[in-house]
């Protein structure tokens, strides 16, 4: 009997997104029958699936409350990917404060609450970002000296939103060496990719979906391998209590630190781009390698 599986998108997104015709067609070769479905339209039943993929829900930010109580519900219906469970805990980027405090190497974060007073750092370029949110929006680069009254303004209009932010230093490798994403297909690495810088000082917020980005291949160093394997594997020991061999997908994402360590800066687990129309550096099929994941989950 062919599996049926449900790819979850935004309704800006209903054909999915660039990823979607590679991971749709490697689908295909191993008889897996897939569907496109949005994820705020009522009208999708979830029952029928023997697997529901969260894929390109990049809306999910604007409504956190409403895309979570989604995912409870298809989980109760059928089996959803990544659990919900992982959702919650990823969504909210409060998840580096419980990695850094198991001693893992997380980019230096200070949050701010709504009623906290917001200080400008005395010295280098900084971020100031939400903690929920996806692509880029309400994230800003900035300069102290240069651009405090607008980072102020940035910092009171999200905690008048009753929303939690997230102030860290800008490192200077992004601009040189910019991050490298890791994927993990079933807990197992497929691929590598390098992220160039994204910010930019002072820009306009970002308002569309996502801010555009430029990728290519990288191999990533035995030092990133070894640094994102340690982030998956200290997940049972946080509120995501789930084991890297559960998780469908994850995406890494390092910078190299003040002292060029890797050090992270995400850790993806609920709808990140997966980069499938670059192969890696090695030149593998990373959409064979999602797909077999995914056959895997349904018996295939």
């Not at 020991?237 to 360590?261: E, F, K, N, Q």
Request: net charge negative.
């Amino acid at each position: 009997m062919t599996a049926r599986i449900a790819l979850a998108t935004a309704a800006e997104f209903p054909d999915l997104d660039d990823d979607g015709p590679a991971l749709l067609a490697a689908l295909s070769s191993l008889g897996i029958a897939a569907d496109a479905a949005v994820w705020t339209d009522a009208r999708v039943d979830y029952s029928p699936y023997d697997l529901v993929v969260v894929r390109s829900c990049w809306d999910y930010h604007e409504r956190l409350d409403e895309f979570l109580a989604w995912a409870d519900r298809v989980a109760a219906t059928t089996t959803l990917a990544n659990a919900a469970q992982v959702l919650a805990w990823n969504t909210h980027k409060t998840y580096l404060r419980e990695l850094g405090a198991v001693g893992l190497p997380v980019v230096e974060t200070t949050w701010l609450d709504p009623g906290d007073t917001f200080t400008v750092p005395a010295s280098g370029e900084y971020v100031v970002k939400p903690a929920v949110s996806a692509g880029s929006r309400n994230t800003n680069r900035y300069v102290p000296g240069d651009h405090d009254d607008r980072a102020t303004r940035h910092v009171r209009s999200l905690l008048d939103a009753g929303l939690t932010v997230m102030v860290q230093p800008y490192l200077d490798a992004i601009d040189t060496a910019g991050e490298t994403a890791l994927l993990y297909f079933g807990g197992e690495f497929s691929h590598a990719v390098r992220k160039a810088p994204l910010l930019e000082l002072g820009m306009p917020l970002v308002t569309a979906a996502f801010k555009p980005e430029s990728m290519q291949p990288r191999a990533a160093s035995p030092a990133e391998l070894a640094a994102a394997g340690q982030v998956l594997d200290a997940l049972p020991s946080t509120a995501a209590a789930v084991a890297r061999r559960d998780l469908l997908y994850a995406r890494v994402d390092l910078v190299p630190g003040a002292d060029g360590s890797p050090t992270l800066l995400e850790l993806e687990l609920a709808e990140p781009s997966m980069f499938l129309t670059l192969d890696g550096a090695d030149g593998a099929d990373s959409a064979a390698r999602f797909a077999a994941a995914i056959a895997a989950r349904v018996g295939g």
